[in-house]
């Protein structure tokens, strides 16, 4: 199948995929989540004429629909950006990549009209455009590990993914996420392919400015893992270095030309990483218990991102992957995001899905050594597992997976 065809067929998935989210979408039942009509009597959207109009005649598409409270959130920065900082509305500071993007793709629409619903609409233009990008530099890589064929399916798997069936159709970060994780592995394979200073300060910068969308910092310790693995480490210090510098420029502007504090609401408001530095003052055995619970509930989260399914079947595919040094790679690509979980103590299942780069393509090429098997006894066989099993995939994507997980 050629390029050309490739993105067509992408698009056409993300479409379906987008159509499949608003009509049987998937949220929580708690205050984390919050129909259309009742943004209305929050006083902080101010729904006009044009919004309500809108959400009139798309109603029967959208009726089911739920507005995740951080995009919501997301949408007002984007709205006002950067104004809305300066209201005291400091919560997303160091976090503005995404509602930048929203912010420029929504000026066109906002001659239309100024409203959010212009607003809500760019959002989902930019989660649209990001997943195209993701999926397609995805396809890209793994044609380029192992083959175009498992590169599709690979991808497939990716659209018709929880995540993704939750998430597209939500104006907010995780989408941004699942691109800040594959540019930054397309870049560093590119990198690898041809090193030179100039692409390493590049790369750099360039992962350190998406950290301001999403601040992934695995990424961060899987690059620091491989220089120090192949001996690399000067790279690898530079790399660490010039990557916190777009963090460290931007916080300087927060302060010195926007006079308002550096406010990390990761750190401040959730705790994000503070038990680090209690370890010491707390009794032994609550200290234990934490590292005692971290394995489980990184499988745990693994486990349920994926439904299951793929998770079980990529050992399977590892033993048929043919790549030089695959263990070191997968390896430290898996341990860099437990590394990040454990530091967090946030056992999210939408983080665990973070790792779909190694457990998509294995699931493929478990799939494919499961079909060989059923193949030797009867060919039929296989051609139905294969039917069986992408479709199963579509399926259970499609489900409410908050209605028998925490998703996160």
């Known amino acids: 199948m050629g390029n050309k065809k490739v993105i067509i067929f992408f698009i056409l998935l993300i479409g379906l995929q987008g159509l499949l989210g608003f009509l049987f979408p998937s949220y929580g039942d708690n205050y984390y989540w919050s129909k259309i009509e009742d943004l209305d009597l929050d006083t902080r959207y101010s729904l006009d004429s044009f919004d309500n109009s809108i959400v009139g005649k798309i109603y029967p598409l959208i009726e089911n629909y739920h507005l995740n409270l951080d995009g919501a959130g997301y949408l007002l920065v984007a709205h006002d950006f950067p104004q809305h900082y300066f209201q005291g509305n400091i919560t997303l500071l160091t976090r503005p990549v995404y509602s930048i993007l929203v912010n420029i793709v929504s000026r066109p629409l906002h001659l239309i009209s100024d409203s959010y619903s212009m607003t809500f609409v760019a959002g989902l233009i930019v989660n649209f455009i990001l997943l195209f990008f993701t999926v397609y530099l995805f396809y890209l890589i793994i044609k380029k590990l192992i083959s175009s064929r498992v590169a599709f399916l690979s991808s497939f798997l990716l659209i018709f993914s929880p995540m993704v069936h939750t998430y597209l159709i939500q104006p907010e970060t995780n989408m941004f996420?699942?691109?800040?994780?594959?540019?930054?592995?397309?870049?560093?394979?590119?990198?690898?392919?041809?090193?030179?200073?100039?692409?390493l300060i590049a790369f750099s910068l360039i992962i350190g400015v998406l950290m301001l969308g999403k601040k992934i910092l695995a990424l961060g310790i899987f690059i620091l893992i491989l220089s120090f693995f192949f001996k690399r480490w000067k790279e690898g210090i530079v790399f660490f270095i010039l990557h916190f510098l777009p963090l460290l420029l931007w916080s300087l502007w927060i302060n010195k030309v926007w006079n308002l504090p550096v406010y990390v609401d990761e750190v401040s408001h959730f705790g994000v990483g503070v038990w680090i530095f209690n370890i010491f003052s707390w009794p032994?055995?609550?200290?234990?218990?934490?590292f005692l619970n971290s394995f489980p509930n990184f499988i745990s989260a693994v486990l349920c991102s994926f439904l299951l399914i793929p998770v079980i079947l990529a050992p399977i595919g590892y033993k048929r992957l043919s790549l030089p040094q695959k263990g070191i790679f997968v390896s430290s690509f898996i341990l860099s995001f437990f590394i990040l979980l454990f530091a967090m103590q946030i056992y999210f299942m939408r983080y665990g899905f973070w790792i779909f780069p190694a457990i998509l393509p294995l699931a493929v090429l478990g799939a494919d050594e499961i079909a060989d098997f059923l193949k030797r006894h009867k060919a039929w066989l296989a051609q139905v597992f294969y039917v069986f099993f992408y479709g199963l995939m579509v399926f259970i994507s499609s489900l409410n997976v908050y209605k028998f997980m925490n998703f996160g």
């Open 284 to 290: 032994w055995y609550k200290t234990f218990q934490v």
């Open 177 to 199: 996420g699942l691109f800040v994780i594959i540019l930054s592995l397309y870049l560093l394979l590119n990198y690898i392919s041809a090193a030179s200073w100039k692409k």
